[in-house]
């Protein structure tokens, strides 16, 4: 692109159109969201198809988040460098081909192989970040960035259309033998990808902003030093990464303990997506005004409180008495709408978290949010990677299902005693009377 056409704004300034990038750019992202985690759904007929086990169900997930994490610290560097216009372009293109070529699979190395390529839409987030804050000012970045990161609620697009979708059109042929069935959701997204690249080129602004072009590669990495950017991609892998888990481990958990057909599985899905997705934007605006560390500490108390219910086995004490006699005490079970409540609530939790954590990012290093923010997106998208895996061997070493939650509850503690440990040191290094400006950033120490 010709250099006339790269801006390099004026520092913290909303510019015109950047309602248009909001937009696009959200829109963008939630259809790549939806294409990055469609394996949720389409992974339960898959595993019938191929007659997989559950661990290697688990890795086809696991292989699109990884390619979709691992790439997202060098996309916001890149975004910072040339304008989120064309990044967002050339994502939208490149992934419309192997989310095509998924409905021609039909071995389960192809699949892994496709889910792999098919994981390069996850790391539209950090372009998004990064190109959302380059074209609005701090006090709205909040706001900005909650919008644009609602568009995690694209990972209930699947599982919404899937199931009926593949059960309405199992068995037919279309025009150039195109399949129905699981293997026509991913021919649909391949057009909608298209579609979505066209739309963004025709919307968006020519004149890009790029508050980084002129920086070296270098000196955009040196915040990346800093404790507290590995800290905040802690958090980040409890509130997003532990989402992006769950979105595609719950449909099959509901399959599996509670003995519900997949359209019903997928919708009770849903709700913990919804929240999980659409209260960002309340997260940034609540983070904006009451500051993110509060917003923190009610999403981490939540998440403990909800996981720690979730964790706990169905099952009874069984108590033998003297004459031989067993009486049953403490009887403990979760029906699937006792489940699913709480499981809103975690994903109401994580919502606010997410958007939390990234407000920390433009406030502490608002001339790196693309290297920070790409960062902290990739390592939490990692802990997207390792987590479905984890619960897989977890409940087979345990042969506890709820096993899931108990390795959340302790992710969820680590982040939430680091966090305190910090604020704590932090008062006593300074002074008491630091409590009442905990959310100026340059107050922080380097912990």
Not at 23 to 34: D, P, Q, V
Not at 176 to 198: D, K, M, Q, S, T
Not at 384 to 398: D, I, M, Q, R
Request: hydrophobic residues 50%; contains cysteine; proline residues 5%.
């Amino acid at each position: 692109m010709s250099k006339h056409l790269i801006e390099v704004p004026p520092v913290h300034e909303t510019g015109k159109g950047a309602g248009r990038v909001m937009a696009m750019s959200t829109i963008a992202f939630t259809l790549m969201f939806a294409v990055w985690l469609m394996f949720g759904i389409l992974g339960v007929p898959i595993q019938q198809e191929l007659g997989l086990t559950d661990v290697e169900l688990s890795w086809i997930s696991a292989l699109a988040v990884l390619n979709g994490s691992m790439w997202r610290l060098p996309a916001g560097i890149i975004t910072d460098r040339i304008g989120g216009r064309r990044v967002t372009l050339f994502m939208l293109f490149a992934t419309a081909i192997p989310a095509f070529v998924v409905s021609r699979a039909d071995s389960y190395g192809a699949l892994l192989a496709l889910a792999f390529l098919v994981g390069f839409a996850g790391s539209l987030f950090s372009v998004g970040t990064a190109w959302n804050a380059a074209w609005f000012s701090r006090h709205r970045q909040g706001l900005a960035l909650g919008v644009f990161g609602a568009g995690n609620v694209g990972a209930s697009v699947t599982k919404f259309i899937g199931p009926p979708l593949i059960a309405g059109t199992a068995g037919a042929t279309y025009v150039f033998g195109i399949e129905g069935g699981w293997r026509l959701v991913p021919v649909i997204y391949g057009v909608l990808l298209l579609v979505a690249g066209v739309a963004t080129w025709l919307v968006v602004p020519h004149v890009d902003r790029a508050p980084g072009r002129s920086r070296t590669i270098r000196e955009m990495l040196v915040p990346l030093r800093h404790t507290r950017v590995w800290r905040f991609s802690l958090y980040y892998v409890a509130v997003f990464g532990a989402y992006v888990a769950l979105s595609a481990w719950l449909p099959k958990y509901y399959v599996d303990n509670f003995d519900v057909d997949l359209t019903l599985a997928g919708l009770l899905t849903a709700t913990f997506i919804f929240p999980a997705s659409l209260l960002r934007p309340v997260g940034g605006w609540l983070s904006d005004h009451i500051g993110a560390r509060k917003v923190m500490y009610l999403t981490f108390g939540l998440m403990l409180l909800t996981t720690g219910i979730l964790m706990m086995p169905n099952g009874h004490i069984v108590i033998d008495h003297a004459d031989g006699t067993q009486t049953e005490h403490l009887a403990y079970h979760l029906n699937v709408w006792v489940f699913a409540a709480l499981v809103f609530l975690l994903g109401c939790a994580m919502g606010l978290g997410k958007a939390a954590v990234y407000k920390h990012i433009p406030e502490y290093f608002p001339e790196n949010v693309g290297s920070v923010g790409g960062l902290v997106g990739m390592l939490g998208g990692l802990g997207g990677f390792v987590l479905p895996p984890l619960f897989a061997y977890t409940k087979l070493w345990s042969g506890f299902p709820t096993s899931t939650f108990f390795v959340l509850f302790l992710l969820t503690a680590v982040c939430a005693v680091w966090m305190h440990v910090t604020i704590v040191k932090m008062l006593h290094d300074k002074s008491p009377e630091l409590a009442g400006t905990i959310e100026l950033p340059l107050q922080e120490t380097k912990s």
